[in-house]
């Protein structure tokens, strides 16, 4: 699966920015966020979340020092962001909500 670019990130006082490829140029489209996604495509993200904590797991085994270093810079700059841990955690809880309401299909 090819991935985006990110061309620049700028973290200040109030707002973040983010530059990332247009991936409408490669054939992507983008999900109605309104809708929400279908199983397939739950099934697709939940694969490669998973694919990137083993490679944090791979990493901690094989490169704790690494490991820690960039550990310890995305809590700094990201869950450290009171707006952002709010964010997520309503995020969690509306997907165990829905999760809870209607299941997921085995």
Known sequence: MP?????????GD???L????DMKEKGFVMMDRHVGLDE?????VLK????LHAASLALQRDNPELHDT???????NLF??????DHFKRAIDR???????TGFPG
Do not use: K, P, S
Not at 40 to 44: A, L, Q
Not at 80 to 85: I, Q
Not at 95 to 101: A, D, L, V
């Open 3 to 11: 991935y985006f670019r990110t061309y620049a990130l700028v973290d």
């Open 14 to 16: 109030e707002d973040m």
């Open 18 to 21: 983010i530059v990332m490829e």
């Open 40 to 44: 397939n495509h739950c099934r697709f």
């Open 48 to 51: 490669e979340v998973a694919r």
């Open 70 to 76: 960039l550990a310890e810079q995305l809590v700094d």
């Open 80 to 85: 450290a962001r009171e707006e952002l841990h």
């Open 95 to 101: 997907f165990r909500g829905e999760f809870i309401e």
